[in-house]
């Protein structure tokens, strides 16, 4: 139980003592909070329970306050209680709390804040699932890290968690890609196939994979017409862009646990069964659309499809589920897979580029109709990532076609720290990479700085490796400047409860600024006076205590670096 966890119990008990005399009605204070003040000057945390209990109590909330500030200032563990504005109680606690806070957080370790196992069925979290028909490219490559690290996040809150790849291998893109693969096979056999004709993919990665072709068939297809070698090139072709997007996604340290398939959804008959299901509950009717708004295409005439009434659920208008010559709609088939999902998940979470933020009322409507509201859907938008090299916006152009792919990108900086940078906002807000800023060696690189924290922390411990430390530290040596920073490490329990529940990893990065600036504050103070340096060879005992307060920090630096997926710096060159 951390520091917030067990203040709330104390609340609870302050709470139950004025039910007990009739204050207040039982159950009234269940939305209270127990959190750290906006001004760490003002206390250690800040609760607004009177606000929430004055309503019920019939009191004046700044009344009520001082009443429970009353009681809770003679806990044992509390220094002073103290109200403030229309009724919020900031709290001080005695250092001792700190101090065991400290050894807390140095037994337990990489543990340190790690939520208790939720029963049930795993969380699903589905991210990339990139149509097959190319290698990742940078836009790809944020939506992997955020989804990796929320996967990681929700894991260590307690969850079990599935990584999940939606396989987009039917339909028109991989139609379109085996076209493209069989004009590389014919350049392979020596034919000369000149430019790249519009409409088919023209990236050289494409060239191994005709040459493969040529290999394995000969000439058998090179004059034989599409309906014999579509199929068999498209599968092929497919599955060696699975391999080529498996092999990006390792440069990232990212592997999921289940990749699914949309053709073998189709051969299955899913979209069929799920429009029986929705039929038979009368959520699935044929109809015809209303027209598209403003000035009406030549060719648009009112058909009647299958409807799946979306509008019930909040959605603008009804979905078609196939479209007029009888093929399921990308909606259609979906809805299918989204039903699968949720039959074997306690809640599902996609992580979308924002160019999908149209369908996400109507995916949420289809989840919430097939579960009956029994599963929960979260869908998190992901912004594009605008490229700099030196403050001007940047472009590759290499064999991929006409983007920039993640490999280049990973190959150039390094794996921690494109995962690092990638959670440095939140995903819905653009996010701009600059090539030479990412790396620069400043306080403006979030990376840097974070890392640099931690490679201090080892640093001392290297240096202060051979002395005679005594067991176990006198943690009361600690002024108030050093215990201000294990107040800060020892939110990190309270970080991962509310980033895992808010499905927001990027306040793991947030919170590690904040963490590594105070650490470096406290380093700078004994780089202006000597006296506050974290070794000081002529007192052990007070070496002792603020290399134990620097271990802590480290240890909570590493585990939420781990969550992220970056690993910390030992040193910095």
């Known amino acids: 139980m951390d520091i917030f966890q067990r203040f709330e119990a104390v609340l609870a008990d302050a709470i139950a003592e004025l039910v007990a005399d009739g204050t207040v009605t039982a159950g009234a204070g269940a939305t209270a909070v127990v959190e750290p003040p906006r001004d760490a000057t003002h206390g250690d945390l800040a609760t607004n329970v009177a606000l929430v209990l004055a309503k019920a109590a019939k009191a004046n909330p700044r009344e009520l306050a001082t009443r429970i500030a009353m009681r809770l200032a003679c806990h044992e563990l509390v220094e002073a209680a103290e109200v403030a504005g229309p009724g919020f109680i900031n709290l001080r606690l005695v250092p001792a ?59 260590f809150a307690g969850n079990s968690v599935v990584r999940e790849y939606y396989m987009n291998d039917a339909g028109a893109q991989v139609d379109v890609l085996a076209r493209s693969v069989h004009l590389r096979y014919r350049a392979a056999l020596g034919e000369d196939i ?41 599968d092929r072709a497919v599955a060696a862009m699975m391999d080529m997007i498996r092999g990006d996604l390792a440069l990232l340290g990212i592997r999921h646990d289940l990749f699914s398939s949309e053709a073998a ?17 009368g959520l699935i009717y044929d109809g015809v659309l209303p027209p598209p708004k403003g000035e009406l295409p030549d060719d648009w005439e009112p058909l009647e499809l299958p409807l799946f009434r979306s509008t019930r659920f909040g959605d603008d208008i009804d979905r ?31 992580i979308w580029g924002a160019d999908h933020a149209g369908t996400v009322k109507r995916i949420e409507a289809a989840v919430e109709a097939l579960t009956h509201g029994a599963v929960r859907l979260d869908v998190r938008l992901v912004q594009m990532v ?15 076609g006409n983007f920039v792919t993640l490999a280049d990108v990973v190959r150039e900086v390094g794996r921690d720290v494109v995962r690092f940078m990638m959670l440095t906002k939140r995903s819905e807000a653009m996010l701009d990479f600059d090539f030479a800023g990412v790396v620069e060696q400043s306080r403006e690189n979030p990376v840097f700085y974070v890392h640099y924290a931690h490679a201090r922390i080892r640093s001392v411990q290297r240096r202060a490796a051979g002395l005679a430390l005594p067991v176990p530290a006198p943690l009361d040596r600690l002024d108030e400047a050093e215990l201000g920073v294990v107040k800060l490490a020892a939110q990190w329990p309270r970080v991962v409860r509310q980033a895992a529940a808010a ?17 470096h504050t406290l380093w700078n103070r004994g780089n202006d006076d000597a006296a506050f340096r974290l070794v000081q060879e002529d007192d052990l005992p007070l070496t002792a205590a603020r290399l134990a307060l620097a271990d802590a920090v480290g240890s909570v630096i590493r585990t939420a670096l781990g969550v992220m997926g970056v690993v910390a710096a030992e040193e910095l060159r």
């Not at 959804?265 to 509950?281: F, I, K, S, V, W």
């Not at 078609?320 to 009888?326: A, D, E, H, T, V």
């Open 194 to 234: 000149g430019a790249i004709p519009e409409g088919l993919y023209p990236g050289d990665y494409l060239v191994p994979v005709g040459q493969a072709l040529a290999a394995e068939f000969g000439d058998r297809y090179r004059a034989a017409p599409e309906s014999e070698w579509l199929v068999p090139f498209r």
């Open 97 to 155: 709390v700190w101090q065991a806070e400290i050894a807390a957080i140095r037994a337990t370790g990489a543990d340190y804040g790690r939520g208790e196992t939720v029963p049930g069925l795993p969380v699903n979290v589905e991210f990339v699932s990139a149509n097959p028909t190319g290698p990742m490219h940078v836009g790809h490559c944020r939506g992997a890290v955020v989804g990796d690290a929320l996967a990681s996040l929700l894991a």
């Open 265 to 281: 959804l189709q051969a299955a008959g899913a979209p069929a069964a799920a429009e029986a299901r929705l039929r038979a509950e």
């Open 320 to 350: 078609p589920i196939r479209k007029s010559n009888g093929q399921w709609t990308y909606f259609g088939t979906d809805m299918a897979y989204h039903a699968e999902k949720a039959s074997r998940s306690s809640a599902l979470v996609n």
């Open 503 to 519: 499905r927001e990893p990027h306040r793991i990065a947030f919170f590690l600024a904040d963490l590594a600036a105070a650490f």
């Open 386 to 400: 605008r490229l700099f090299r030196n403050g001007e916006p940047f472009k590759m152009s290499k064999r991929a």
